[in-house]
């Protein structure tokens, strides 16, 4: 019996052995994680968005629900640090919150490399999770501060590029070590890892800055719509209705859901429905990885051009498109044009509503804006995989799961419709 476990959180950890893949494959009594084998067996027979793989090392010998659990209660910690993440940037600064948050990420990661047993495992990964929130939000509040309207959302798409090929490096990168170290090769690829982001932490304390005028520099931007200072902003920020930071979290949240039942179970849909090998199934989702670099600058750019909601609105048509495509079952061609399709828009919601938070809220208010939106992004993407795999459980196929995801989209499409403008808000 094959059995698929996925994992969408960004460092998967099973039962003590972190790993940084999408998926992790059970022959027999083996377990192949990325092409390196280890002894392994099944914990027990759950259900499709339950399965939990167990290596049989004697300290890795525990309850299969330990991971599920551990990893909720990290989703728990990294939704509160993304509303922390907007208070500790007000009294110290988006710099500094940055920086602070990448250390923790980096050290952690550092401290994994290291660790013996789950119960260290997940306390260091807890403290990933808080500093991934406090570094991500205010990275992307800062577009706000220091691009003008007229540019800020082709500024944010240039930033999550970056996620495009961290997911290039890491699909190339961690295979190649695991294959190279043996079975220690997962704490070569988490104390690489955890040495880049330290590196890239100091380079953020020494470079970024909270806004232009620290650099006596004038935003980029159609002078008009230029970004006010710090002073300035706190009289003149935008008073926004809530219900419309509400409205655009829902926006968000119907994203979350999506896009992440399609990033974790896309994988198991071509290998055990459609006859895909494993290799070739992976090497798709790295070409996800390599056309997502083009998907903030493209959709920004359009949310520039034609307005943040006419850019959702087209983002998720296409994100429906893609889930159709995958849904029925079409010649294999159309498989590949859902990926391309896939990986060109997939950070375009994250590009546009990291754009949308400093047009409703002000640059003074767009750190505190997208904290709260991306709650919302966060609970649709806890809740998607997991009623993706209750369907599946159900049906024996993750079909009605995209078909769901299509019809979602299809649903943000007519919510982005009826949000209101900034000035109208």
Not at 181 to 201: C, K, P, Q
Not at 277 to 283: K, P
Request: net charge neutral.
């Amino acid at each position: 019996m094959v059995c698929q476990f996925q994992g969408k959180i960004q460092g998967l950890s099973i039962i003590g052995m972190p790993i940084h893949i999408s998926r992790a494959v059970i022959q027999g009594d083996r377990l192949e994680l990325a092409g390196h084998e280890v002894p392994a067996r099944v914990v027990e027979d759950p259900p499709a968005h339950e399965l939990v793989a167990q290596p049989v090392e004697e300290q890795d010998v525990r309850e299969g629900g330990l991971l599920a659990r551990g990893l909720a209660r990290v989703a728990d910690v990294v939704a509160v640090s993304v509303v922390l993440a907007g208070i500790v940037a007000r009294v110290i600064g988006a710099r500094w919150t940055v920086s602070i948050g990448l250390v923790l990420v980096g050290g952690s990661m550092v401290l994994v490399s290291r660790a013996t047993g789950y119960a260290e495992v997940m306390s260091l990964y807890v403290a990933t999770g808080v500093g991934s929130g406090l570094a991500n939000i205010p990275m992307m509040g800062l577009v706000s501060r220091w691009f003008s309207k007229s540019n800020r959302g082709r500024a944010a798409g240039f930033i999550l590029s970056g996620n495009g090929i961290a997911i290039v490096f890491a699909g190339l990168f961690i295979p190649w070590v695991n294959a190279s170290a043996g079975i220690e090769g997962w704490r070569t690829g988490w104390l690489t890892n955890g040495a880049i982001s330290l590196v890239i932490a100091a380079v953020a304390a020494v470079f970024l800055r909270n806004e232009p005028t620290e650099r006596a520099a004038a935003p980029p931007g159609n002078v008009e719509m230029s970004p006010v200072s710090a002073e300035q902003s706190a009289v003149k920020e935008p008073k926004t209705g809530k219900w419309t930071m509400v409205h655009l979290g829902c926006v968000y949240a119907l994203f979350g859901a999506t896009y992440a039942v399609y990033a974790t179970f896309i994988v198991v849909t071509l290998v055990s429905e459609r006859g895909f090998g494993e290799n070739t199934a992976g090497m798709f989702w790295a070409i996800v990885g390599g056309l997502s670099i083009f998907s903030g600058p493209l959709f920004g750019s359009i949310s520039d051009r034609l307005g943040r909601k006419a850019g959702m609105m087209l983002a998720y048509a296409m994100f429906a498109i893609s889930y159709v495509l995958v849904a029925v079952d079409l010649p294999n061609a159309f498989l590949y044009a859902s990926i391309a399709i896939f990986g060109l828009t997939v950070w375009s919601i994250p590009t546009i509503m990291s754009a949308a938070a400093g047009d409703y809220a002000g640059p003074a208010g767009a750190i505190k804006a997208l904290g709260f939106i991306t709650l919302f992004f966060g609970l649709g993407q806890i809740t998607g995989p997991a009623l993706a795999g209750f369907t599946a459980d159900i049906s024996g196929t993750f079909s009605i799961a995209f078909w769901l995801c299509a019809i979602l989209s299809v649903a943000a499409v007519l919510l982005a419709w009826f949000l209101r403008s900034p000035s109208e808000a």
